[in-house]
């Protein structure tokens, strides 16, 4: 996944299979944090929490969530940034970013 900076707005647009092992519909609400060992999580929400909610973004299939600035600014982040997405065993999807070293293991 690529991070996509359209005027300001940080973007990344999940892969498919991944949305849909999730469960995520148009509907669902996430919210996008740092934890303690500076990871950045997505977190769907369920009930009345209002801070920091987001909906998921679904338009033919592709589905995109907006990143906050101030997590892109804080993890040093920016447009083209290559990020990949791993679940954790509690469900969570954690996002983290894939060095020169990383990609070129990756691909061969």
Sequence with gaps: ???QN???Q?????????????NWQQSSE??????????VIIK????NKKKGRKKIQNNNGQFR???PKNIVLQKK???GTQIIPLIKENGDLILKEIFEKEKNETTK
């Design 10 to 22: 940080y973007k990344l647009t999940v892969p498919k299979d991944i949305a849909l092992l999730k």
């Design 44 to 47: 769907e929400i369920h009930g």
């Design 65 to 67: 969530i907006t990143v």
């Design 77 to 79: 982040w920016r447009h």
């Design 1 to 3: 996944m690529k991070l």
């Design 30 to 39: 996430i919210v996008v944090l740092i934890d303690s060992n500076l990871d």
């Design 6 to 8: 359209n005027s300001g």
